[in-house]
Antibody, heavy 122, light 110 residues
């Protein structure tokens, strides 16, 4: 059974860089799936940030593309998110999720991490 | 990409059926048959309950069903149970590898 676990600092200063890692266990990050980051600001809905495929292909939400980078680390079976120039609006619960190509992909997020809360504040 | 529109809340009594709508545009829900629904109990990981508009993953109760008409997708839960009380989110493919979520609907079982 594939499991995902997010990790990273819970507090980031304004204008700083948010860096999170998603460790994949019970399966390979090189499997035929896309791996995404999704966030949920307090009291609001989910927002898709972007995704990567193990080949290095990445796709991003256009509203966050200029500040976001998603990278794969095959040696450690994990992937990461960097979000630059953060503001209070980036305060959110951040999830990593698997978009299953077996289920057709395109939003079929069948495995999720528990989420990690990141607060942007000085 | 704009968020999909969901009602903020719905409620129903045990045993009843409820439907949650998810309204998008001709560029997302109306254009593709890639709508997913997620059940989210606060503090837990979201759970995929519908994908590809109408398909249920293995292990998901048949009480959950999905449909689509035009730019609006719907999730129906029949035989409502107390454990169904949760937040529900829809998600649609919007082309060019982009995914867009709804704002979420809080389901209260009376």
């Amino acid at each position: 059974q594939v499991r995902l676990q997010e990790s990273g600092p819970g507090l980031v200063g304004p204008s700083g860089t948010l860096s999170l890692t998603c460790a994949v266990s019970g399966g390979s990050i090189s499997s035929n799936n896309y791996w995404s980051w999704v966030r949920q600001p307090p009291g609001k809905g989910l927002e898709w940030i972007g995704e990567m495929f193990h080949s290095g292909i990445t796709n991003y939400n256009s509203s966050l593309k200029s500040r976001s980078t998603i990278l794969v680390d095959k040696s450690n079976n994990q992937f990461s998110l960097q979000l630059r120039s953060v503001t209070a609006a980036d305060t959110a619960l951040y999830y990593c999720a698997r978009d299953s190509l077996e289920l057709g992909g395109k939003g079929a997020f069948d495995v999720w991490g528990q989420g990690t809360m990141v607060t942007v504040s000085s | 990409q704009s968020a999909l529109t969901q009602p903020a809340s719905v409620s129903g009594s045990p045993g009843q059926s409820i439907t949650i709508s998810c309204t998008g545009t001709s560029s997302d829900i109306g254009a593709y048959n890639f709508v997913s629904w997620f059940q989210h109990h606060p503090g837990k990981a979201p759970k995929l309950i519908i994908y590809g508009v109408t398909n249920r993953p293995s292990g998901v109760s048949s009480r959950f069903s999905g449909s689509k008409s035009g730019n609006t997708a719907s999730l129906t839960i029949s035989g409502l149970q107390a454990e169904d009380e949760a937040d529900y989110f829809c998600c649609s493919y919007a082309g060019s590898s982009i995914k867009v979520f709804g704002g979420g609907t809080k389901l209260t079982v009376l």
